[in-house]
Nanobody, 121 residues
Framework: HVQLVESGGGLAQPGGSLRLSCAAS????????MSWYRQGPGKEREFVSY???????RYADSVKGRFSISQANAKNTVYLQMNSLKPEDTAMYYC????????????????WGHGTQVTVS
């Protein structure tokens, strides 16, 4: 089965940067559409960014121009480069996949990682 493992969170100062990683494991002949979500203290989980194996990307308005998503297909790893961090970016960040593009077809699924904490203070 597919598993996602996030890393790279930590403490940053306002205006600083962090890079999150999310590694997918499971099927070596699949490439995954990947998203980042976040959940701040007392808030609902919200969409942050998305990319697919073709390189298409989307961003929430709140992070446009500051965050950049990329994917190393060969490693089935997605990165979220976060620059110009603000205190309101403080949250648990989760990666998620809901589609695998495999040599044998499309696999629909919903898998979440356990999250990595980002604190901006």
């Amino acid at each position: 089965h597919v598993q996602l493992v996030e890393s790279g969170g930590g403490l940053a100062q306002p205006g600083g940067s962090l890079r999150l990683s999310c590694a997918a494991s499971g099927y070596s002949d699949c490439r995954y559409d990947m998203s980042w979500y976040r959940q701040g203290p007392g808030k609902e989980r919200e969409f942050v960014s998305y990319t697919d194996s073709d390189g298409s990307t989307r961003y929430a308005d709140s992070v446009k121009g500051r965050f950049s998503i990329s994917q190393a297909n060969a490693k089935n790893t997605v990165y979220l480069q976060m620059n110009s961090l603000k205190p309101e970016d403080t949250a648990m960040y989760y990666c998620k996949t809901d589609r695998g593009r495999c040599s044998w077809g499309i696999m629909n699924l919903e898998v979440w990682g356990h999250g990595t904490q980002v604190t901006v203070s």
